[in-house]
């Protein structure tokens, strides 16, 4: 005797936000003259996890001991008592409130990054019954977003990048090297829901730039305790290329990137973690040179 098991819930997105009732229903398939099972229970975990990069492995296991995963959200729900479930197919509906566990600690969006991954996972288990029972399991994740209370006012960035302000670069500039360039950014404060747009104009160079792109940079701090220290980690989310070739002066480039749905996420700050986000303007000339404008972000939703 044994049987399949199947999630299968009421919204085909699986996105839901807060105070929202998640509904679904388990399928299962019994086959050989039906199933004798311990029970089967609706378990819910919603959870901060963290973990370190490997340049930062002697530091972490220093502490690794008072890196807990955060919880958020915990449901448990018998929804059928131990029995036998009959040859073919058995439909179990389920629902549960989407609440954070305590109130002192919200939901958070659910966010799947490189260090820091906020996830919420619905779990199903069929528990085995008598010496040659087989127990079933199965897990599916679900999206929740939290909406904020009031949109912040936009602030536009505007300014002028050139050989002698270039705060970030790479390389050395070559022997003459001179240029500008202005760049403005619509808002900086930014809905996640909506596009970061804005645009760039080359005034003048005296070496061909190759590229423009603009980088979307996740930081992810991680604090053990307020005693230990801090590890900070930045890394791309992605990249997007506005310009290349030997590109024109005088001409507004336009700056277009939608934000990643998962792979973004509204500021967050909690007890042990930090989740922030920046944007790079990278200008790359030819001769290996490239310089770097970074804004912070203020992710909302």
């Given at each position: ?175 003459g090297q001179q240029f500008c360039v202005t760049a403005h950014i619509d808002t900086t404060t930014l809905s996640i829901t909506k596009p970061l747009t804005g645009h760039v104009v080359v005034e003048s160079t005296t070496h061909p730039i190759k590229s423009i792109s603009t980088q979307l940079v996740r930081v992810e701090t ?80």
């Amino acid at each position: 005797m044994g049987g399949d098991l199947e999630i299968k819930l009421s919204r085909y997105n699986r996105v839901y936000q807060q105070g929202d009732m998640v509904q679904g229903e388990v399928t299962i398939v019994s086959r050989g003259g039906g199933m004798t099972h311990g029970g089967v229970v609706l378990k819910v975990d919603g959870a901060v996890s963290m973990s370190l990069s490997t340049n930062s492995v002697g530091l972490f296991e220093a502490f690794s001991s008072n890196i807990k995963p955060a919880s958020l959200m915990i449901v448990s729900v018998e929804l059928l008592k131990p029995g036998k479930l009959g040859d073919g197919v058995s439909t179990i509906p389920f629902s549960f409130p989407l609440q954070p566990t305590t109130p002192t600690r919200p939901l958070l969006d659910t966010y799947h990054g490189v260090y820091i991954c906020i996830q919420y996972t619905l779990t199903i288990d069929v528990a085995k019954s008598g010496l040659f029972g087989q127990p079933l399991h199965e897990s599916t994740e679900f999206i929740v977003e939290v909406p904020g209370k009031k949109a912040p006012a936009p602030t536009p960035q505007a300014i002028t990048i050139n050989n002698l302000n270039a705060k970030k670069s790479k390389g050395k500039l070559l022997d003459g090297q001179q240029f500008c360039v202005t760049a403005h950014i619509d808002t900086t404060t930014l809905s996640i829901t909506k596009p970061l747009t804005g645009h760039v104009v080359v005034e003048s160079t005296t070496h061909p730039i190759k590229s423009i792109s603009t980088q979307l940079v996740r930081v992810e701090t991680i604090t053990a305790t307020t005693e230990n220290p801090t590890v900070r980690e930045a890394s791309e989310v992605q990249s997007i290329q506005a310009a290349s070739g030997c590109v024109s002066t005088n001409v507004e480039i336009p700056l277009h990137m939608v934000l990643p749905r998962l792979f973004c996420a509204p500021g967050a700050t909690f007890q042990t973690f930090q989740l922030e986000f920046e944007l790079n303007l990278v200008l790359e000339f030819e001769g290996g040179y490239t310089a770097v404008q970074n804004w912070p972000l203020k992710v909302f939703r």
